[in-house]
């Protein structure tokens, strides 16, 4: 695991290495053990590197036999000890045990089709001089980052946007577009960034730069494929078995290290089967759980009896909020732009621990996304429901934003009241409409509308291109799990696990993303995914011999944060001084008497705005630092 960086000019600059030698510095600790860079008058390219595979062979930047192919590398790939002994098998000599020399002879075998053979999560920059050309990749799910800047003079790439704007601040424009993303959704999904003309590579996507004019090409590698209809000659039991044996396939792959590894133990259905799978290993395997002094979010107890029924060396470390006060802005602000998914602080917890131990973890990430687990996927069905039980002019009542603001705004997210909204939200729209109304987790567009000065775009419109390849007789579940790996795996998940893990220095796998199992899981009739109420049939059915008995009928909370008692307790000062008006005239975009009523309801218990005053709370923040200070 690594951080990666690099510029191309299109003629002589004098400051090229010093320029990368700071994009190095600012991710330190993306890469603590190692550094490395390679510089010509025009190109230059750098890498910090965290060993976990051939700890004292894996240098970056690394060269072919005779030194005209140079990459840089951040990631792992998961096959590449299968694909070191085909490429060996003709005759080829490698001089190291690491997966980047494994990247480095597949391109100079296959070029650009090398990465149809890779299994594993990366972004990585490849220079070949007897092409003039750069070829920049990201892996298929985005789990590593890759954010790039081209003009007509340089074409600037980096694992972390801190690492462009620090050496280039007059990049520090605005985006409107993904400001109103980041207000609605929380996050901002690729290709976009805060920043005007600095942008994510996108998943699945490659880029080729010639050296000599700058001239770009960018192309999409992979992709799920929505034209395939699902399978009616897969059986239950057959297919429970290829799951089976796919899954445990990708979690011994990500077992491979140099160096120490456990795994992350909420207590859900995901981590708990990817525990479990570990244990089958032989191993002895390292447990890590987070314990709430708040009972309400305390699922130590059910992470506890898993790790005792696997015979896991289990660590559980309890969380008081008070605790985690002091280091909200290093959290918050370590992930560049505006970021205002409150799980983070307690993956940052779990992680700053985990690392006193281990330098790998592996996750349950990406389980629900890729059979079918999160409440929102029963959308088709209450949607059935209410068209066959609900009478119109009930359903328009309902429906009204005055019934939904006097009657449903009331409690936190997971209240009766909050579940109600969300339901009562989609029963007007179409199916994707409805899906996307559930991502709105900060501003709802009527609320963008008060919260700007200026007139905003709708985020729903914005979101459109996310969804424009899905084919509209495409299985509505598949719909619903398509829009998710668009949308908000990459731009809140993944993002939201690499950053804060990496601010601890400590590489986090996940066994759920491995490509060839959610290729499969889509060839699949959707009821072996979801049937009658009971998400994730499948995994659960094909896993339940590695459980203990009665494991999922106890209810699953998730990283639950009670911002909104926060911002009436430990965070109230907080909360009034970063929202003041000194503050907010800074930014010339916000209605400050909305947002102080937005304020004073809240603490006055009026109406429980802890959603909408988070997303401003964390992006006042990322304000002052970023372009504040930048004036």
């Not at 330190?28 to 590197?49: E, H, K, S, Y």
């Not at 972004?123 to 092409?131: L, Q, S």
Request: charged share 25%; glycine share 6%; with cysteine.
């Amino acid at each position: 695991m690594c951080g990666i960086n690099g510029i191309i000019y299109k003629s002589y600059n004098s400051k090229i290495s010093s320029q990368l030698q700071l994009m190095n510095d600012r991710i330190i600790n993306r890469g603590p053990d190692d550094a490395g860079q390679f510089c010509t008058d025009t190109v230059a390219m750098g890498m910090r590197r965290l060993s976990i595979i051939d700890l004292s062979g894996g240098h970056q930047p690394m060269f072919n036999d005779v030194g005209n192919i140079i990459i840089v590398f951040n990631g792992e790939i998961y096959n590449y000890k299968i694909l070191k002994a085909e490429i060996e098998a003709d005759g080829i000599k490698f001089k190291t045990n690491s997966d980047t020399e494994v990247i480095l002879k597949l391109y100079e075998k296959y070029g650009e089709n090398l990465l149809s053979k890779l299994n594993g999560m990366f972004a990585f920059a490849i220079y070949d001089k007897t092409k003039n050309q750069i070829f920049i990749a990201r892996d298929r799910f985005g789990e590593k980052p890759l954010y790039y800047y081209h003009d007509n003079g340089k074409f600037i790439w980096a694992s972390e946007l801190k690492s462009i704007v620090s050496v280039f601040p007059e990049l520090k424009k605005i985006n409107k577009d993904a400001l109103t993303l980041f207000l609605s959704l929380t996050y901002i999904p690729a290709p976009l960034s805060i920043y005007q003309n600095v942008y994510k590579l996108l998943p699945g996507h490659y880029i080729k730069i010639n050296t000599l004019t700058l001239d770009v090409d960018c192309k999409q590698y992979w992709d799920i494929n929505l034209q395939e209809k699902a399978r009616t000659d897969i059986s239950y039991i057959n297919a429970q078995k290829h799951i089976r044996t796919l899954l445990s396939e990708s979690v011994e792959q990500r077992m491979i290290a140099d160096v120490p590894l456990g795994v992350f133990l909420s207590g859900g259905v995901d981590s708990t089967i990817i525990a479990a799978i570990m244990s089958q290993t032989g191993k002895k395997i390292k447990t890590f759980s987070v314990g709430y002094k708040d009972k309400r979010y305390d699922e130590s107890v059910r992470a506890s009896k898993v790790a005792t029924h696997i015979g896991s060396e289990h660590h559980e470390y309890m969380l008081d909020y008070k605790d985690i006060y002091n280091e909200i802005d290093k959290i918050v602000l370590n992930y560049d732009e505006p970021f205002a998914d409150s799980s983070c602080l307690p993956t940052w917890f779990i992680s700053s621990k985990t690392v006193q131990q281990v330098k790998v973890a592996l996750t349950g990430d990406g389980g629900d996304e890729v059979f079918g687990g999160y409440n929102k996927y029963m959308l088709p069905y209450y949607r059935k429901k209410a068209d066959k039980y609900v009478p119109a002019p009930l359903k328009r009542l309902i429906t009204s934003e005055s019934f939904s603001n006097t009657f449903l705004s009331k409690g936190g997210s997971k209240s009766i009241f909050s579940k109600a909204r969300k339901v009562v939200g989609i029963l007007n729209e179409d199916l994707i409409g409805g899906h996307v109304n559930l991502l709105a987790l900060g501003f709802r567009q009527n609320e963008l509308n008060q919260l700007f000065i200026e007139e905003v775009g709708d985020y729903k419109e914005l979101l459109v291109w996310y969804l424009k390849s899905i084919p509209s007789d495409m299985d509505e579940l598949k719909q619903l799990r398509y829009a998710d790996k668009q949308i908000s795996l990459e731009g809140d998940m993944l993002v939201k696990v690499d950053r804060a893990s990496m601010l601890c220095s400590l590489e986090c796998r996940s066994p759920f993303l491995d490509h060839r199992l959610m290729e499969y899981t889509y060839t699949l009739p959707d009821e072996y995914l979801i049937k009658t109420g009971n998400k994730k049939r499948i995994l659960k059915d094909t896993f339940k011999d590695l459980l203990p008995d009665g494991f999922f009928n106890a209810p699953k909370s998730g990283f639950e944060i009670p911002v909104g008692e926060w911002f009436k307790g430990g965070l109230k000062n907080d909360l009034l001084d970063t929202l003041a008006e000194s503050e907010l005239v800074q930014t010339g975009l916000f209605n400050i008497k909305y947002i102080n009523q937005l304020v004073n309801d809240h603490l006055s218990n009026k109406a429980n705005n802890a959603r909408q005053l988070w997303t401003l709370y964390c992006f006042q923040k990322w304000f002052k630092i970023n372009m504040m200070n930048n004036a």
